[in-house]
């Protein structure tokens, strides 16, 4: 079965350019998860959607980070005016229900540089 | 705060031995759920195990198993027989019950030498 995918794999960026990252989540998947992972570093949580409804953005590092989940399934996190140290791999994760037992399902992540 | 502490940032052990990989976690939830997730090279979180924290018995998964001190907060993995596949970062997370993220510690780089 398909997992989580993301896309693009890899995107650069001049610095002040405005990206958008996509997450195509498990069907069927209710929560979705964005993470930030700095080179040699854990994932560090940005933001949570139930369905369409985004839950906690308290993560979200600046009023540049926008994340939507329009339909409760596909998600875009959107970065505006890009600066250098928003250079990160974003993951995007998927959980069948909500609940602090389930495992959240990973993405091969989007890795961003800003130049 | 940091939450989630992994103090060895890197790890070796010899093909076919067990290997212990330290997490300390600090939080006032009563409830929460530790993780542990596998990210090769290739750089996808794979998961590898779950501990409640009111389960009573330590998680086993194959090779993998927790060994959950919740006194000492600590929830240590154990990878039995060590595999060349083995030979990936290691990260520990946490989850709590009033909260919607997952902490992740900084992670252990595993070696496995043939």
């Known amino acids: 079965g398909a997992g989580v995918s993301q896309s693009p794999r890899y995107k650069v960026a001049k610095r002040g350019q405005d990206v958008a990252l996509r997450c195509d989540p498990i069907?069927?998947?209710?929560?979705l998860f964005w993470y930030q992972q700095a080179l040699g570093q854990g994932p560090e949580f940005l933001t949570y959607?139930?369905?369409?409804?985004?839950?906690?953005k308290s993560g979200l590092p600046s009023d540049r980070f926008f994340a939507e989940r329009p339909e409760g399934s596909v998600s875009t996190l959107k970065i505006q005016r890009t600066q250098q140290e928003d250079s990160a791999v974003y993951l995007c994760?998927?959980?069948?229900?909500?609940?602090?037992?389930?495992?959240?399902?990973f993405g091969p992540g989007t890795r961003l540089t800003v130049t | 705060a940091q939450k989630i502490t992994q103090t060895q940032p890197g790890m070796f052990v010899q093909e076919k031995e067990a290997v212990t990989l330290d997490c300390t976690y600090d939080?006032?939830?009563?409830?929460?759920?530790l993780f542990w997730y596998k990210q090769p090279s290739s750089g996808e979180m794979i998961f590898l195990i779950y501990q409640g924290s009111y389960d009573q018995q330590n998680a086993t998964e194959g090779r993998y198993s927790l060994n959950f001190q919740k006194a000492r907060k600590s929830a240590n993995l154990v990878i039995s027989a060590s595999q060349l596949g083995d030979s990936a970062m290691y990260f520990c997370?946490?989850?709590?019950?009033?909260?919607?993220?997952?902490?992740f510690g900084a992670g252990t780089r595993l070696t496995v030498k043939p």
């Open positions: 994760a998927s959980s069948l229900v909500d609940g602090r037992s389930y495992e959240q399902y």
């Open positions: 069907s069927g998947h209710v929560s």
């Open positions: 939080t006032s939830d009563p409830s929460y759920g």
């Open positions: 997370a946490m989850r709590e019950d009033n909260n919607n993220d997952m902490r």
């Open positions: 959607f139930q369905n369409e409804a985004q839950l906690d």
